[in-house]
C-alpha cells in the first residue's frame, strides 16, 4: 500500500475536489479487470479509469475508435468487482456520445446501470457540450478531457503535442472553463504544454489531472500496462516505466514451459 494512504475511506467526486483545495496530488491510473483493479485499489489508488485505452491494450487495436459500448460495459463490470476504496470512472467509447445528447446520456446510464461505474468521461469542448450538459442533468458526473483526444486521431492525423499554438491553447483554456461551470467534477489534460496545463490548474477550481502535461496540475493519470512495462513497443518522454513486468512474465512463462518439457513439473507434492 502507498505510504501517503491516508483513510480507507471511500474517494467520491466531492473528495477530489477537496483533495485539489489542500493541494494534496491525485493519483489515477487505468484497468480494465477484476484481478488487476483489485491489486491497484489495494496499493492505494484514488482515481481508477476504465479507459477505451482497452482497445489498445486489452484488444490489440491501432486505436480506441473500435472498442464498442457493450465492451466497455463488461470491462468496467469487471473492475468494479475489484475496487473498494477508489472512484471508478468509465470512458464512454467513440460513438456513443458524440451523435446527439439522447443517445449520450442513454449510453451514459447504461454504463451507470449495467456496471456500476461512478462516473464516465468524455472526450471534447463546445463541440459536445449539449451532451455533456444532458448526461450531467442526469446526476452522472462527467470527468472532461481535452488536449490529445485519441478518439479523434484521424481528425489530427498524428499523436503529437497539441495545443502549442495560440489558437488552440486559447480554445483549450477556454474549453476548460466551459466544463467547469456546467459542472463537470475533473478534467484530464492530455499531451499538451506543461505551461498551460498549469494555467489551467490555477484557473479552474475543479482538478485537473495530467498525461503528458506537466508536473504543475492536481494529479496525474497514466495506462496500467505502460506504465507496469507490460506494453514496452510505447515510450513517449512522459512516461514514467514503474516496472517490467514484459520481462518478468516471459522468464516465468519460459520457465514453465522448460520445466513442462523437461517434466520437472509437477513433482510429487504438485500431484494428488
Ligand atoms: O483511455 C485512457 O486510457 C485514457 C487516459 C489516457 C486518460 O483516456
Do not use: W
Not at 471508478?88 to 456513443?96: A, I, T
Not at 489530427?156 to 456546467?182: H, Q, W
Amino acid at each position: 500500500m502507498s505510504t501517503y494512504l491516508k483513510e480507507q475511506r471511500k474517494v467520491t467526486t466531492h473528495r477530489l475536489f477537496e483533495m485539489k483545495q489542500r493541494g494534496e496530488k491525485i493519483a489515477m491510473l487505468t484497468a480494465y479487470d477484476y484481478s488487476m483493479a483489485r491489486l491497484i485499489d489495494d496499493a492505494g489508488m484514488d482515481v481508477i479509469l476504465v479507459g477505451d485505452s482497452a482497445s489498445n491494450v486489452m484488444a490489440g487495436n491501432m486505436t480506441t475508435l473500435p472498442i464498442t459500448l457493450d465492451q466497455m460495459i463488461y470491462h468496467a463490470k469487471s473492475v468494479i468487482k475489484g475496487v473498494k476504496r477508489a472512484l471508478v470512472v468509465c470512458d464512454l467509447p467513440f460513438g456513443s456520445y458524440q451523435g446527439n445528447s439522447k443517445e449520450a446520456l442513454a449510453s451514459a446510464i447504461r454504463i451507470m446501470k449495467e456496471s456500476h461505474a461512478e462516473a464516465v468521461k468524455m472526450e471534447g469542448g463546445s463541440e459536445i457540450r449539449e451532451s455533456i450538459e444532458r448526461v450531467l442533468c442526469a446526476g452522472i458526473p462527467v470527468m472532461g478531457h481535452l488536449g490529445l483526444t485519441p478518439q479523434s486521431i484521424n481528425k489530427f492525423g498524428t499523436y503529437a503535442v497539441r495545443a502549442k499554438e495560440e489558437a488552440e491553447a486559447k480554445k483549450l483554456i477556454e474549453d476548460a472553463k466551459m466544463l467547469e461551470d456546467i459542472g463537470c467534477f475533473a478534467i484530464v489534460l492530455e499531451k499538451i504544454p506543461a505551461d498551460l496545463a498549469t494555467k489551467v490548474a490555477q484557473m479552474v477550481s475543479v482538478p485537473i489531472i495530467g498525461i503528458g502535461a506537466g508536473g504543475g496540475v492536481d494529479g496525474q493519470v497514466l495506462v496500467m500496462h505502460d506504465m507496469l512495462g507490460i506494453n514496452k513497443g510505447f515510450s513517449p518522454r512522459f512516461l514514467r516505466r514503474y516496472a517490467d513486468l514484459a520481462t518478468v512474465i516471459n522468464d516465468a512463462v519460459a520457465h514453465y514451459i522448460d520445466d513442462v518439457k523437461t517434466c520437472d513439473f509437477p513433482n510429487e507434492k504438485e500431484q494428488y
